[in-house]
C-alpha cells in the first residue's frame, strides 16, 4: 500500500514544526498543505472536527492530531530510524513530563510577551524566565534534554526558538544574557540539518507578528 | 530487589484516583498515602519540585509526576491487563481523547460549576457542546477503549462520580439521560466495574467539599458592582 502522508500545518507554527523535525528525522516523503487560518480548508475541518487547528498529521487517510501525539505516532510507526523517544520506560516517562511543561509554560507565558503591555507583560517575561531556568535545570551538563541524542523533548522546544526574536523585540529582553546553558543548547540543535531547514527565519516570524500587533493597537 | 511502588494522593482529587485504579486494575502491589494539601509532606515536595501536586508514583524511589503521564508509564511497566492498544493509529486515538477529557471536558464543566447567572449559563452550554463529542465518539463502543476499559476511560472516569456532585451543589443537570443516552450508561457501566466501584470517594464529603469551594465564587457574584 503506497505510503500517503500529508500535512496541514501553518508555517510559523512551533507546534507545526515539530511534526516537520519528527517527519525529516524519520525521512519520510510528505506533501505540505499550508492552512490560511482565517479561512480554513474543508479538508482540515473534516480532519479535526473537535479543535479545528492545525497540525493535523494524515496518513494513508486517517487523521492525527495534537503534536505530542502526532510526533509519538511517527516515532511508533517510523521505528527503525532515529529513535525520539528514549526506550526506558521510566526515561519516557521523564521525557513527557517535560514535553507536558512546554506545553502548559512556555506558550502562554510567550505569547503574553507580545500580545499585552505595561505590568501584565513584565509578569509574564517573569514567568518566560523562569520557565527557561527550570528548563536549564534539567537541561544540566547533557549536550542535549534526551541526553547524548537529540530527541522528543529537544525537538518539542526548539521550534519556540524562531519566535524569539519577535519576544525579546516585543518585549525588549535578551535570552542569551539571562539564560546562556539555553542559547548554547538552542545552537547545538541548529547544527542539525532536520532542525535548520524548519524552523523559518525569526525576523520573517516578526514581520508576520508585527501586522498582527497593529491589529491589536499594540504598535 | 523487591519492588517497591508509592503512590502519593489525596482522598478526593479525580487525578490520583486514576493512578489508584490503573496499579489496582494491573494487581501492582502498592502503598498509598493521602496528604493534606495544605501541609504537603517533605517527600511530596521532594518528588515533585516543579508543581508540588498529586498524583505522584514513586517506582523503586524514582518519581513520575502528572497523572495522564503516570497511566503510560504504569501501562508500559506492568505488562499485564493492557490499557493501551497495540495498533499505533488507535493508541494516537487513545491519548486523543484522553486529552480532550483534560483540555476541554475538565475546563468547561469546571467552568459551568463555578460562574454564576448569564455566565453559567453560557458555560453550561459550552459544557454540553464538548460533551456532545464524547456522546459520539461512544457510538458502537461499550467502552471509550473499546470492549473493555482503556486509557480515555480512566482518564475520563471522573465524571462518573463527579459530575452527580458537581449537579447536586448547582442544582442543574449537565448529563441528561435522553440527551446523553450513551455516555449516561457508560458512566454507569464504568462505575460499578469491578476495582472502579471499591474506589469512589464517599458522594456527601465530596459534596461538602466543592460546596464549600463554590462558596466564595457565589459570594462574589453577589457583590453589589
Redesign the interface.
Known sequence: MANEVVLLDFWPSMFGIRVRIALAEKGVKYEYKEEDLKNKSPLLLQMNP?HKKIPVLI?NG?P???SP??V??ID??WKDKAPLLPSD??Q???A??WV??IDKKMYDSLRKTWTTKGEEQEAAKKEFFEVLK?LEGQLGDKPFFGGDNFGYVDLSLIPFYCWFYTYETCGKFNVEAECPKFIAWVKRCLQRETVAKALPDGKKVFEFVSAMRTNLGLE | MAEEVKLLKTWSSPFGLRAFWILKLKGVQFDFIDEDLSNKSPLLLQSNP?YKKVPVLI?NG?P???S???L??VD??WKQNPLLPED??E??RA??WA??GDDKVLASIWNAFIKQGKEQEEAIGLAIETLK?LEEELKGKRFFGGEKIGLPDLALGWLANLIGVFEEVIGVKLIEKERFPLLSAWMQEFAEAPVIKESWPPHEKLVTKFRAIREPYVAAAAQPK
Open positions: 473537535v496518513h486517517r492525527f492530531c495534537e501525539i502526532i509519538q505516532y511508533e510507526v520506560p521510566y519516557r516517562a521523564q513527557r513530563f507536558d511543561f527550570t | 516543579v517506582h524514582k513520575i509526576s502528572e495522564l503521564v503516570i503510560e508509564y508500559e511497566t499505533p493509529y493508541r494516537a491519548r486523543f486529552k480532550f463529542f
